[in-house]
C-alpha cells in the first residue's frame, strides 16, 4: 500500500537573530524520515528542541516564525508539497491535513463562536453543505464526550474549560474528513486527571474516524498509548524508528533507553521521626477574596525527610508553600519550625529564621535575576547570612557549584548562559548556600525535560544525604513523588485528603480522589489507557 | 443586571466623578497657587484700596468652597460668569468660538481617521519591508514636530513655495460651507499630519499584535488566503483596539487645535483661551480649561467603552 | 555590537546640540542682541543663517536659544524623571494605600492634556525659569510615573524578586539590585521620549508667549519673533523649526534603537 505521507531526507534551517550580533543560521531538523499510512498513528517524541514540532507542520509545509524547509521530499499521497505554490498548499491545508495545536485556548479566535471555527475548514473547501458540516461537528462533540453537543457550538471559547476546549480542537481537525491530522503536544497543557480523558477520546475519535495521526510529545509513555510507531528525535536528528512495542520493550539505542528507563529512581521510605517542621490546622485565602484556598490543613515534616504534597492545579498545594515561607499569612492555624513558632509574616521573622527555610522554583528562568551572575545570585546569600567576602566566598561559591556537579567555569557566566538544567542546579545552590534545615520545592523538575528532571531528582536525593536537609517538594506528578518521598499528603481543593507514610498512603485501600491521581499517571505499556479508563471510580476532577 | 452594562454605567460615572474632581482642580487649585488675581488686574502699582475694592466686587472674599459651589452652580445652568478684562460675558464668547473649533477639529478628523487606518493596515501588511519602513520613517519624523512647527514649514511650503493658500484662516458667521472649507484647508492639513503619525503608527501596532497570535497560525493552517485571514480571523479582534486607538488620537486633536488655532490666527476656543491667560484671566482660563478637559475626558471614555462592548468576554459571560 | 546608521546619526546630531549649547559664548559669532545687520537679510557668508526681524544675526541666536532649549528641557526632564520614577517604583513596590494613591492623583493629572493644565497654571503664577521647569516636570512626571510603575510591577513578580524578600532583604537591595538593573533600558529609552517632549513643550509655550520671556529667547520665542517674515517670503521663522524638528529628531533615532534593543532581547522561543 502507497504511503499517504513521506518524508525523506528533511532539512530545516531559521535564522537566529541575537541581539547586537551577527544573524546565525540554525539547523533545526537534519535528514530525518518519516512515513506514515492510512489509518496508522505515529508518534514523534522527543526533549525540547528535537524539532518535533517543526516536523509536524513540514507536514503541511509551514515553517513557523522564520523557519524554512531547506532540504528533502515531503510527500503527501504521491505528490511533493514543498514545490506545490502557494493556492496549492491553501488548496491541500484543512482539507488533505489538518492540526491540533497544544494550547487550544490561544488557538481558537477569541471573538467567534466555537461551531463557526469548528466548520470553517468544511465550509471553506466546499467539501459539505453548512447543515451536514454542523451535523457532523455535533457527532463528533458527542464522540468526543463534551457536554451538551447540540448547543456546545454556540458557546465563545472563554466559556468553556480547557480541557473542553483541546476536545473541540480535535473535532475542529476531524471535521472536514482529513486524510491526516497532526496533533502537537495536545494533552501537555491540562492537569494530570484531564489529560487522561482527552487522551482517551483522541484515541477513540482516531480509531472510529480511520484517520492517520502523527501524534507529538515529550512524554513516552503517553506516546505508547496512541502510537503504531514511534520516531525518537534528539537535536533535530533521528535516534530510533520503530514499532511501538518494540521501542518501549526492546529499544536498541542508549538514548532510547534512557527515556524508556526514566522515572525509575528507588528511594527507600525513612521511618517516622520527630518533626523538623509542623504546620497546624491552616487555613488561608488571598486578599480581597472570600473563598480559603486552604482549609485546616495539618502537615509535618521530619529533619532529613522528604514530604511531597501532591494535586492538581487549584488543589492550594503551592499556597501552602507561601503559607510556610511567610508570604501569605495564615488567617488561622500555627506554624512550628525546629521547637519554635514562626510568625505567620514574613517580615516578622527573624533572619535566622528566614535562613532556615529556604526555596526552590518550577521555572528556574525566572527564579534567577538575568543581570546577576552565577557568581553573585550563589555569592549574596553567603554575603547576607555569614558576611563571607572577597577570596573566603569564591571559594565557598566553587564548593557548591562542585556540589551540584557542574564544576569550575561558570562563576562569571549569566543565566541566559546555561542550559535549563544547570539553571535549576544554581537554584538548588542558592538554597544550599544558606545551610538550611528545610528546603520548599515547588514543581522544581515539571518544567524540565524527563531526562533532565531524573537528574535532578538525584542530585536533591544525594544533597539530602549529605547536608540532611529536609524537603517539602510540592508536585502534580506522582512517579516524582514515588521517587523521592518519605511521606505524602494528597491534596484536593484546599484539603489534605490522605496524609501518611508514602507506603501507607500508595497502598489500597484508596479513596477515589488518589485513586484517580494514582490512575492518571501513564505507564510506559500498550493497552494501559483502555483498562484505566474502565476502572476509574471518580471523573476527571477539572475537565 | 447584565455586566455589561454594569460596567459601562460604572465607567461613565467614574467619568463625571473625574470632571467634577478636574473642575476642583482647576477652580480651587489655581487659587492655592501665589498669585492673585486682583493684583494681576490692577498691576504692581495698585493701591491697597483699589486691591481691596476689585477684591469685593469679585467675591474673593468669600470662602474658596462658596465661590467654588455659586460656580458650580451656575456653570451647570450654562452661566460661566463674565470676563475680568472686558466683562464680556463668557458662556456667549465661548458658544461661538466652540463651533468653529469643533469644526476645525472635525473636518482633520475626517480626513486623518480613514488615512490613518489605511496607512497603519498597509504598514502591517507589509510589516519590515519598504512600504512599512517609509511610513514608519515619515511618522517618526512628524511625531518629532510640535504643532507650530509642522505648521510654519507648511505655510512656507503653501503659501510662498506654492502659493495657492492664504496663511490666516479667518470664519466668520453667514460664511459659505465651501468658502469656510477653503478657509481652514492649511490649518486642517497642519493638524492631520501631526494626528496621523501618532494614530498610524498606533494601529499599525494594534494589527501586528493581533497577527501575532496562535489563533492567526491555526486560521493559515486551515488554508485560508491571507486576505481570508485578516478579514475573518485578524479584523473581528482589531477592530476594538483601532477604534480605541482612533478615539484616544482624537483626543490629542484638543491639544493641537490651541497651538494650530493660534498659528493661523483662526478665531476660536484655542486662541480664546491663549489670549486670556496671556491677560491673566482666570475665569476665562477656568471655564474654557474646563471644557477642553470635559471633551478630553468623553472621548477617552468613549475609547474605554468601545473596548469594553468589543471584548467577547463581557459581551458573552459565563 | 552593531548600531544602525539611522542611530548613529541621531547620536552625532544630539551630540552637537549639546557641544554647540554648552559652548555657546565661544562658538557663536556675534553677541546674542547686537543688532549688526539689515532686517531679515537672507543666508550670506557673513550671516550663515540670516538675520532676523530687527537684524540679528540667526546663527547666534540660534546657538544661544539652543542653550536656553536645551538647558530648561533637560532640567525639566531630569525632574520629571525623577520625581516619576521614584513615585512609580515606590508605588510598585509598596503597593497598598499608597499605590491605589498615587496612581489615583496621576489619572486625575493625566485626565487633561497637559498643555491645557500649564494655560491654567500659568495664567496665576509668574513667568520665571523656575517656574516653567516646575510645572513642566511636575506634569511630565505623570507619564514617567505609570511607565516605571508598570515596569517595575512587572519585574516585582518575578520569582527572583520574591526569592530576594524570601532572603530578608531590604528594600533597598530589591529596588536597586533586583529591579533597577532590569528596568534600565525601558527607562533610558523613555528619557530621550520625555527630553523630546520637553523641547516640544518649552517651545509650544514660548511660542504661544508663555514660556521664556526677553530678554532670554529659545527657540520657540525666535519662531514667534519672526513668523510674521513668513508672509513675505522670509525663511527667518523656519530655521528656528528646524533646529526643533532636527533635534526631536535625533533623539528620536536613539531613544527608538534603544527601544528596539530593549524589546528583542526577550527573545522569541527557544531553538
Known amino acids: 500500500m502507497a504511503?499517504?505521507?513521506?518524508?525523506?531526507?528533511?532539512?530545516?534551517?531559521?535564522?537566529?537573530?541575537?541581539?547586537?550580533?551577527?544573524?546565525?543560521?540554525?539547523?533545526?531538523?537534519?535528514?530525518?524520515?518519516?512515513?506514515?499510512?492510512?489509518?496508522?498513528?505515529?508518534?514523534?517524541i522527543g526533549e525540547s528542541g528535537a524539532g518535533k514540532s517543526t516536523i509536524g507542520l513540514a507536514a503541511l509545509s509551514y515553517g513557523r516564525?522564520?523557519?524554512?524547509?531547506?532540504?528533502?521530499?515531503?510527500?503527501?499521497?504521491?505528490?511533493?508539497?514543498?514545490?506545490?505554490?502557494?493556492?496549492?498548499?491553501?488548496?491541500?491545508?484543512?482539507r488533505e491535513v489538518t492540526y491540533v495545536a497544544q494550547s487550544a485556548a490561544a488557538a481558537f479566535n477569541p471573538a467567534k463562536r466555537l461551531m463557526a471555527q469548528v466548520i470553517e475548514t468544511s465550509l471553506l473547501h466546499k467539501l459539505m453543505t453548512r447543515e451536514q458540516a454542523e451535523a457532523r461537528a455535533v457527532e463528533l462533540f458527542t464522540k468526543l464526550g463534551l457536554p451538551d453537543p447540540e448547543t456546545f457550538g454556540r458557546r465563545y471559547p472563554h466559556q468553556v474549560s480547557g480541557g473542553q476546549l483541546q476536545r473541540a480542537m480535535t473535532a475542529m481537525a476531524l471535521c472536514p474528513k482529513p486524510d491526516l491530522v497532526i496533533f502537537d503536544e495536545p494533552t501537555t497543557a491540562l492537569d494530570v486527571t484531564t489529560q487522561i480523558d482527552v487522551l482517551a477520546a483522541i484515541k477513540e475519535a482516531i480509531r472510529d474516524t480511520g484517520v492517520a495521526a502523527i501524534y507529538i510529545t515529550h512524554d513516552l509513555a503517553v506516546v505508547a498509548q496512541v502510537a503504531d510507531d514511534i520516531l525518537v528525535l534528539r537535536h533535530g536528528k533521528a535516534v530510533e524508528y520503530g514499532a511501538t512495542d518494540q521501542i518501549i520493550s526492546a529499544p536498541s539505542q542508549d538514548y532510547t533507553q534512557a527515556l524508556v528507563s526514566v522515572r525509575r529512581i528507588d528511594h527507600?521510605?525513612?521511618?517516622?521521626?520527630?518533626?523538623?517542621?509542623?504546620?497546624?490546622?491552616?487555613?488561608?485565602?488571598?486578599?480581597?477574596?472570600?473563598?480559603?484556598?486552604?482549609?485546616?490543613?495539618?502537615?509535618?515534616?521530619?529533619?532529613?525527610?522528604?514530604?511531597?504534597?501532591?494535586?492538581?492545579?487549584?488543589?492550594?498545594?503551592?499556597?501552602?508553600?507561601?503559607?510556610?515561607?511567610?508570604l501569605l499569612p495564615a488567617r488561622s492555624g500555627q506554624i512550628t519550625f525546629d521547637g519554635r513558632t514562626l510568625s505567620p509574616d514574613l517580615a516578622a521573622r527573624s533572619k535566622d529564621d528566614l535562613r532556615q527555610v529556604q526555596m526552590i522554583y518550577q521555572m528556574a528562568d525566572t527564579a534567577m535575576n538575568p543581570r546577576q551572575t552565577v557568581g553573585t545570585i550563589i555569592g549574596r546569600p553567603l554575603e547576607f547570612y555569614f558576611g563571607l567576602k572577597g577570596d573566603a566566598k569564591r571559594a565557598r561559591v566553587q564548593d557548591l557549584l562542585d556540589q551540584i556537579e557542574m564544576g569550575a567555569g561558570y562563576e562569571n557566566r549569566y543565566p541566559a548562559e546555561l542550559s535549563g538544567g544547570q539553571k535549576q542546579r544554581v537554584c538548588i545552590a542558592r538554597a544550599l548556600a544558606a545551610k538550611p534545615k528545610l528546603i520548599l520545592c515547588d514543581e522544581v523538575t515539571s518544567a524540565l525535560d524527563p531526562l533532565v528532571a531524573d537528574g535532578i531528582l538525584k542530585l536533591l536525593l544525594t544533597l539530602q544525604a549529605q547536608e540532611g536537609v529536609a524537603y517539602v517538594f510540592i508536585t502534580h506528578d506522582l512517579a516524582t513523588v514515588k521517587a523521592i518521598a518519605d511521606k505524602?499528603?494528597?491534596?484536593?481543593?484546599?484539603?489534605?485528603?490522605?496524609?501518611?507514610?508514602?507506603?501507607?498512603?500508595?497502598?489500597?485501600?484508596?479513596?477515589?480522589?488518589?485513586?484517580?491521581?494514582?490512575?492518571?499517571?501513564?505507564?510506559?505499556?500498550?493497552?494501559?489507557?483502555?483498562?484505566?479508563?474502565?476502572?476509574?471510580?471518580?471523573?476527571?476532577?477539572?475537565? | 443586571m447584565h455586566p455589561l452594562i454594569k460596567l459601562v454605567v460604572q465607567r461613565i460615572a467614574l467619568g463625571l466623578l473625574l470632571l467634577l474632581a478636574v473642575s476642583v482642580v482647576i477652580f480651587l487649585g489655581v487659587e492655592m497657587l501665589p498669585g492673585d488675581t486682583a493684583q494681576a488686574i490692577l498691576g504692581q502699582s495698585a493701591t491697597p484700596e483699589a486691591l481691596a475694592n476689585l477684591r469685593e466686587s469679585l467675591g474673593l472674599n468669600q470662602s474658596a468652597a462658596t465661590r467654588y459651589f455659586t460656580w458650580l452652580g451656575h456653570a451647570v445652568q450654562g452661566d460661566l460668569g463674565k470676563a475680568l478684562t472686558n466683562q464680556q460675558d463668557i458662556s456667549h464668547a465661548i458658544g461661538q468660538r466652540l463651533g468653529n473649533t469643533l469644526f476645525l477639529a472635525l473636518c482633520a478628523g475626517v480626513i486623518a481617521v480613514p488615512l490613518a487606518i489605511a496607512l497603519g493596515l498597509i504598514a502591517a501588511r507589509y510589516n519590515g519591508r519598504w512600504p512599512d519602513k517609509l511610513i514608519s520613517g515619515v511618522t517618526l519624523a512628524t511625531i518629532s514636530l510640535p504643532e507650530f512647527v509642522a505648521a510654519y514649514f507648511v505655510i512656507f511650503l503653501l503659501t510662498q513655495v506654492i502659493p495657492i493658500l492664504q496663511p490666516v484662516s479667518m470664519v466668520f458667521p453667514g460664511m459659505g460651507f465651501l468658502e469656510k472649507l477653503h478657509a481652514v484647508a492649511l490649518p486642517v492639513i497642519v493638524l492631520v499630519m501631526v494626528v496621523l503619525a501618532h494614530m498610524m503608527r498606533m494601529t499599525r501596532a494594534a494589527i501586528l499584535n493581533v497577527m501575532q497570535s496562535a489563533y492567526i497560525e491555526t486560521a493559515e493552517l486551515k488554508g485560508l488566503s491571507p486576505m481570508q485571514v485578516i478579514w475573518r480571523h485578524a479584523l473581528p479582534n482589531a477592530v476594538a483596539p483601532i477604534i480605541s486607538v482612533v478615539v484616544i488620537n482624537l483626543a490629542y486633536l484638543v491639544v493641537g487645535v490651541v497651538v494650530v488655532e493660534v498659528v493661523f490666527s483662526y478665531n476660536a476656543l484655542g486662541q480664546y483661551l491663549v489670549d486670556h491667560v496671556a491677560k491673566r484671566d482666570l475665569p476665562v482660563v477656568q471655564a474654557v480649561g474646563i471644557i477642553f478637559a470635559a471633551v478630553y475626558i468623553g472621548l477617552n471614555i468613549l475609547a474605554d467603552l468601545i473596548g469594553i462592548i468589543a471584548n467577547p468576554r463581557l459581551r458573552h459571560p459565563k | 555590537?552593531?548600531?544602525?546608521?539611522?542611530?548613529?546619526?541621531?547620536?552625532?546630531?544630539?551630540?552637537?546640540?549639546?557641544?554647540?549649547?554648552?559652548?555657546?559664548?565661544?562658538?557663536?559669532?556675534?553677541?546674542?542682541?547686537?543688532?549688526?545687520?539689515?532686517?531679515?537679510?537672507?543666508?550670506?557668508?557673513?550671516?550663515?543663517l540670516g538675520t532676523d526681524t530687527i537684524g540679528r544675526d540667526i546663527l547666534s541666536r540660534l546657538i544661544y536659544g539652543g542653550s536656553v532649549t536645551i538647558f530648561v528641557a533637560l532640567v525639566s526632564s531630569l525632574l520629571s524623571f525623577g520625581m516619576g520614577a521614584f513615585f512609580g517604583f515606590l508605588a510598585a513596590t509598596r503597593g497598598g494605600w499608597m499605590d491605589t494613591g498615587l496612581s489615583r492623583l496621576v489619572d486625575l493629572m493625566m485626565a487633561v492634556p497637559s498643555l491645557i493644565v500649564a494655560l491654567v497654571v500659568l495664567s496665576v503664577l509668574p513667568l520665571n525659569l523656575t517656574v516653567l521647569i516646575l510645572v513642566m516636570g511636575v506634569l511630565d512626571s505623570t507619564r514617567v510615573f505609570r511607565?516605571?510603575?508598570?515596569?517595575?510591577?512587572?519585574i516585582a513578580v518575578m520569582d527572583y524578586v520574591e526569592a530576594a524578600k524570601l532572603r530578608g532583604e531590604r528594600q533597598g537591595w530589591i529596588i536597586f539590585r533586583e529591579i533597577l538593573p532590569n528596568a534600565m533600558s525601558p527607562l533610558v529609552a523613555e528619557f530621550g521620549m520625555r527630553f523630546i517632549f520637553a523641547v516640544l513643550f518649552i517651545s509650544t509655550l514660548s511660542f504661544l508667549g508663555l514660556g521664556i520671556q526677553p530678554p532670554l529667547s529659545d527657540w520657540g520665542g525666535m519662531v514667534r519673533e519672526n513668523k510674521d517674515g513668513l508672509v513675505y517670503g522670509k525663511a527667518a521663522a523656519l530655521m528656528p523649526a528646524l533646529a526643533i524638528a532636527v533635534l526631536a529628531i535625533s533623539v528620536n533615532l536613539v531613544a527608538d534603537w534603544i527601544l528596539q534593543r530593549t524589546s528583542s532581547l526577550k527573545g522569541g522561543r527557544g531553538g
Open chain 1, 268 to 326: 527507600a521510605e525513612k521511618t517516622a521521626a520527630t518533626p523538623i517542621l509542623r504546620a497546624q490546622a491552616i487555613t488561608a485565602r488571598y486578599r480581597g477574596t472570600s473563598f480559603d484556598v486552604l482549609q485546616d490543613v495539618t502537615v509535618d515534616v521530619a529533619a532529613g525527610q522528604t514530604l511531597a504534597i501532591v494535586g492538581e492545579s487549584g488543589s492550594g498545594k503551592s499556597t501552602l508553600a507561601r503559607v510556610i515561607t511567610g
Open chain 3, 1 to 48: 555590537m552593531r548600531i544602525p546608521l539611522s542611530a548613529l546619526m541621531g547620536m552625532v546630531l544630539t551630540g552637537a546640540f549639546v557641544l554647540a549649547a554648552v559652548f555657546a559664548p565661544w562658538i557663536a559669532p556675534y553677541p546674542i542682541d547686537a543688532a549688526v545687520g539689515k532686517v531679515w537679510e537672507g543666508p550670506s557668508s557673513q550671516y550663515w
Open chain 1, 3 to 44: 504511503d499517504l505521507l513521506t518524508i525523506k531526507n528533511l532539512r530545516i534551517e531559521a535564522t537566529a537573530y541575537p541581539p547586537g550580533e551577527a544573524p546565525r543560521q540554525l539547523v533545526l531538523v537534519d535528514d530525518v524520515f518519516v512515513s506514515v499510512q492510512k489509518g496508522r498513528v505515529l508518534g514523534l
Open chain 1, 488 to 543: 505524602i499528603a494528597v491534596m484536593y481543593r484546599g484539603k489534605v485528603v490522605r496524609y501518611g507514610q508514602k507506603s501507607d498512603v500508595l497502598s489500597p485501600p484508596f479513596d477515589d480522589y488518589t485513586d484517580l491521581l494514582l490512575s492518571s499517571v501513564p505507564e510506559m505499556k500498550t493497552g494501559w489507557l483502555e483498562g484505566v479508563i474502565k476502572t476509574r471510580k471518580m471523573a476527571s476532577a477539572g475537565n
Open chain 1, 65 to 94: 516564525g522564520g523557519v524554512r524547509l531547506t532540504g528533502g521530499q515531503v510527500l503527501l499521497n504521491g505528490r511533493d508539497i514543498r514545490t506545490t505554490g502557494a493556492a496549492g498548499l491553501r488548496a491541500l491545508r484543512g
Open chain 3, 147 to 154: 511607565l516605571s510603575r508598570a515596569v517595575a510591577a512587572d
